[in-house]
């Protein structure tokens, strides 16, 4: 297919749970270079929930019908459990057409590779939705440390934590470690992916992982992660969906100062009330969650900048009409794939 010329678009959102409902058709609905003309979903509530937001786009019950209408369509966006990424990308790549992939982008890094060798080939291109790299939270941090206030960084650590005694009430609650489930698959995929970007690759990691939930067979609801960069930066991170009381955001010691954040981005709240992306409080950060800067008696909030899921989207149109790189080069989250693999070997 290579690039597509035409405005708009032409957009599938597979799913319409969190991923498809919150996320994607939002974010598609508000930006002019794409048309949402498909939507998949077998459940009958949601389908009239689809078709009550979205009247132009076509509600279908199964991929099968999606794929006989793919010479309509230019872009698949996978809002689906990940145990069906592989198979339904494999699908739509074999169509010609372009394919974004929620994290946790696929079970396996054989299974990654194996995409992205068959996306290089069709001439058609793969990325994956790493929406918390437009974190306020994360985008705040990054400019933080562009600015040197924190001089060497030496230690970061990141928490993604909440409390879901009775569970997600999704997929997340059930789907097997082999199939790409459990809390280091989910929040991990997120949580070493930005690490990675903010101090660049691994050389060794560590992890520890527990089931505590109420599925005894299903995989970890609690993770620890430590990694070493080659940058010689340690990060640790955790996740943890029963956490009664939650650590800092990220808490960063440097050479000449700390920087601590309280309390998880606001976008994902936000999209599920309703929100719309154009909306100017939309990714505004309250003063009051601001993260602080400096060493302990002598520190100051830093302001926040706004977060953006929306420019996963504006890159992604530009990358797919020849004007700039993917939003997220799949290479990154199969790097992240890997450290979890190597996790859960040890653990």
Known sequence: MGTVAEAPIRTAVVGFGISGKVFHTPLIAANPDFSLDVIVTAQPARAAEAARFYPQARIVGTPEELFAVSADLDLVILGTPPHTHFGLAATAIAHGLHVVVDKPFVPTSGLGEELISRADDAGVQLTVFQNRRWDADFLTLRKVLASGALGQVTNFESRFEWWRPEGFGNWRDTVSLAE????????????????????GPVERSYG??????????????????SLLHASGVRSRLWMNGLAAQAGARFHVLGSKAGYTKWGLDGQEPSLAAGMPPSDPAYGVEPQERWGLLGIDGAVRPVPAERGSYPQFYVQLAAALRGQGPLPVDPAGPLDVLKVIESIHALA
């Open 180 to 199: 790409g489930g459990g809390i280091l698959h989910d929040l991990g995929a997120h949580l070493i992916d930005q690490a990675i970007q903010l101090f």
């Open 208 to 225: 520890e992982t527990a089931n505590r939930g109420p599925h005894p067979d299903a995989a970890d609801t609690e993770a620890f992660v």
